[in-house]
T-cell receptor, first 115, second 112 residues
């Protein structure tokens, strides 16, 4: 049973296209996150949602739009893709009140390559 | 703001060598501290954690002790294996910012 699952695992697309990455968790957690990992492995939070409500929105271009239809799903839509968007995107989840004790559970990542 | 600093890699060791990866943090209050591991082509897995000063987290032979006086959480293992080759991330949970903040990661390569 996969706890946090992302699809697709790999995504290769041309500049200017619009693409979506999907994430689902079956842990019953109330908070979900998107992180971006650049080519140097640096991880930076992009968004977090708690029970479908946006609670963290870092300085991310507005071409990136998260959508949470329910607390088990958090999708990431990216418009007008640019070369600099190439990275690995990780979804994660946690029980907000227990994040300090247990940290986050991460998905296996989506490697986005923009050509 | 809150931040985590890790030693730069790569760290290259022979099998059975002793490992230390340094991690220091800056935070208001007393954050929880974590080590995550990322094996090639995979996501991040929680390796160990400590939630208060002097706590020692341990898992799979790895250990780290929460040192409030030196604001450090160094990762150690007495005898590394080839299978330990991965990228290791130190992280803190910032209650003030309500998010997990990562260090830059340290790549470990273990050779037979």
């Amino acid at each position: 049973d996969t706890a946090v699952s992302q699809t697709p695992k790999y995504l290769v697309t041309q500049m200017g296209n619009d693409k979506s990455i999907k994430c689902e968790q079956n842990l019953g957690h109330d908070t979900m996150y998107w992180y971006k990992q650049d080519s140097k492995k640096f991880l930076k939070i992009m968004f977090s949602y708690n029970n479908k409500e946006l609670i963290i929105n870092e300085t991310v271009p507005n071409r990136f739009s998260p959508k949470s239809p329910d607390k088990a799903h958090l999708n990431l839509h990216i418009n007008s893709l640019e070369l600099g968007d190439s990275a690995v995107y990780f979804c994660a989840s946690s029980q907000e009140t227990l994040s300090g004790n247990y940290g986050y559970t991460f998905g296996s990542g989506t490697r986005l390559t923009v050509v | 703001g809150d931040s985590v600093t890790q030693m730069e890699g790569p760290v290259t060791l022979s099998e059975e060598a002793f490992l230390t990866i340094n991690c220091t943090y800056t935070a208001t209050g007393y954050p929880s501290l974590f080590w995550y591991v990322q094996y090639p082509g995979e996501g991040l897995q929680l390796l160990l954690k400590a939630t208060k000063a002097d706590d020692k987290g341990s898992n799979k032979g790895f250990e780290a002790t929460y040192r409030k006086e030196t604001t450090s959480f160094h990762l150690e293992k007495g005898s590394v294996q080839v299978s330990d080759s991965a990228v290791y991330f130190c992280a803190l949970f910032s209650g003030g910012y309500n998010k997990l903040i990562f260090g830059a990661g340290t790549r470990l390569a273990v050779h037979p």
